[in-house]
T-cell receptor
Framework: DGGITQSPKYLFRKEGQNVTLSCEQNLNHDAMYWYRQDPGQGLRLIYYSQIVNDFQKGDIAEGYSVSREKKESFPLTVTSAQKNPTAFYLC??????????FGSGTRLTVV | GENVEQHPSTLSVQEGDSAVIKCTYSDSASNYFPWYKQELGKRPQLIIDIRSNVGEKKDQRIAVTLNKTAKHFSLHITETQPEDSAVYFCAASWGGTASKLTFGTGTRLQVTL
């Protein structure tokens, strides 16, 4: 996975349920990002973190929450407040201005 | 914030022809412009990038050009091959420590035999 591990690969959520997507990296990168990908809409930024214990909202943060307690980990929780969570979720890390390295993604489906 | 527009949304070319994908950005402070290739069901992969102090960059069959005055940049793929078929995303950022990327909506390139 090129140093970034996302799990699970597929996740099913019931109505009203919170679910957590995992993102772990061993690249020693400071910055980590969560993007949502929907067909025809590109990648939209949910949350990002430049340093441990600090994170900022992206363009579509409503209904999501994150934590950054360790440099290696940046989990994303999809809460019941997110009414349309079915999408492909991508975690990425960045180092300075060298662009991103992406994880392999988690496909979340509401059942 | 930054806004990136990408055209066309779909592009079909014959093998061996060239393909051009264009993007425009809104924030004149942006100075880093990467391109990603995403194959079906896979993660995006960085294929080439350019910074604002450079007008053109080439890597074998792919090249990127940047016009800072007009705030647009383009991806050029020459001698296209079937394995070039994928979705391509452009992106922009100002490249500082908070260098979050804003992505275009993607171009689905189909290379036909």
């Amino acid at each position: 996975d090129g140093g970034i591990t996302q799990s699970p690969k597929y996740l099913f959520r019931k109505e009203g349920q919170n679910v957590t997507l995992s993102c772990e990296q061993n690249l020693n990168h400071d910055a980590m990002y969560w993007y949502r990908q929907d067909p025809g809409q590109g990648l939209r930024l949910i949350y990002y973190s430049q340093i441990v214990n600090d994170f900022q909202k992206g363009d579509i943060a409503e209904g999501y929450s994150v934590s950054r307690e360790k440099k290696e980990s940046f989990p994303l929780t999809v809460t019941s407040a997110q009414k349309n969570p079915t999408a492909f979720y991508l975690c990425a890390t960045g180092y300075g201005v060298r662009g991103y390295t992406f994880g392999s993604g988690t496909r979340l489906t509401v059942v | 914030g930054e806004n990136v527009e990408q055209h066309p949304s779909t592009l079909s070319v014959q093998e061996g022809d060239s393909a051009v994908i264009k993007c425009t950005y809104s924030d004149s402070a942006s100075n880093y412009f990467p391109w990603y290739k995403q194959e079906l069901g896979k993660r995006p992969q960085l294929i080439i990038d350019i910074r604002s102090n450079v007008g053109e960059k080439k890597d074998q069959r792919i090249a990127v050009t940047l016009n800072k005055t007009a705030k647009h940049f383009s991806l050029h793929i020459t001698e296209t091959q079937p394995e070039d078929s994928a979705v391509y995303f452009c992106a922009a950022s100002w490249g500082g420590t908070a260098s979050k990327l804003t992505f275009g909506t993607g171009t689905r390139l189909q290379v036909t035999l």
